[in-house]
């Protein structure tokens, strides 16, 4: 694809400590899988990245510096929470790494709710940190992000945000 980066240094399940090794929001295509170079947040509650869980936009960063958290307290309430991607590895503060946000994913953590074809959202209400939670009308949730295509085997349709 013209104007799109082709090579990367970073593999897809390594974590730099140090420096970025590609740049941070480059985007990222294999197979029909899709993923995003960012830069992780342990946040106020010092939660570490899991791989294979889903991590937040930070409240105050986010989108635009591509930081991000499993902290769901880290990303704001309900309505304000944009959930980022799935970690492909397990990261620390401050390291970077890649998430996967586009095509199917098999999550480490169990989905709190719902069956499969469900659309899930981040949410605070009965969530553990790195999770997602089945859309539920009269609770004021965020934006839809993935679709469970298999509940027992964790499997989700990631549809987050670029």
Same mark, same amino acid.
């Given at each position: 694809?013209?104007?799109?980066?082709?090579?990367? #240094?970073?593999?897809?399940?390594? #974590?730099?400590?140090?420096?970025?090794?590609d740049t941070l929001g480059d985007i990222r295509w294999e197979g029909n899988?899709? !993923?995003?170079?960012?830069? !992780?947040? /342990?946040?106020?509650?010092?939660?570490?990245?899991?791989?294979? /869980?889903?991590?937040? !936009?930070?409240?105050?960063?986010? !989108?635009?510096?591509?930081?991000?958290?499993?902290?769901?307290?880290?990303?704001?309430?309900?309505?304000?929470?944009?959930?980022?991607?799935?970690?492909?590895?397990?990261?620390?503060? /401050?390291?970077?790494?890649?998430?996967?946000?586009?095509?199917?994913?098999?999550?480490? #953590?169990?989905?709190?709710?719902?069956?499969?074809?469900?659309?899930?959202?981040?949410?605070?209400?009965?969530?553990?940190d790195g999770s997602l939670d089945v859309v539920v009308t009269t609770v004021a949730l965020g934006h839809i992000c993935a679709f469970i295509t298999d509940?027992?085997?964790? /499997?989700?349709?990631?549809?987050?945000?670029?």
């Amino acid at each position: 694809m013209p104007g799109l980066k082709q090579v990367f #240094i970073q593999a897809l399940t390594e #974590i730099s400590t140090e420096v970025a090794k590609d740049t941070l929001g480059d985007i990222r295509w294999e197979g029909n899988k899709c !993923y995003k170079y960012v830069q !992780y947040d /342990e946040a106020a509650a010092a939660v570490t990245g899991v791989a294979g /869980e889903v991590a937040y !936009y930070i409240l105050d960063t986010g !989108y635009g510096a591509n930081n991000v958290s499993s902290d769901f307290s880290a990303c704001g309430a309900d309505a304000t929470c944009i959930g980022a991607g799935v970690l492909q590895a397990s990261l620390d503060d /401050e390291d970077f790494g890649w998430i996967q946000i586009k095509g199917l994913a098999t999550l480490s #953590i169990a989905i709190i709710a719902g069956v499969d074809g469900n659309a899930l959202t981040p949410s605070g209400v009965g969530a553990n940190d790195g999770s997602l939670d089945v859309v539920v009308t009269t609770v004021a949730l965020g934006h839809i992000c993935a679709f469970i295509t298999d509940k027992d085997q964790k /499997e989700i349709m990631c549809d987050f945000p670029f």
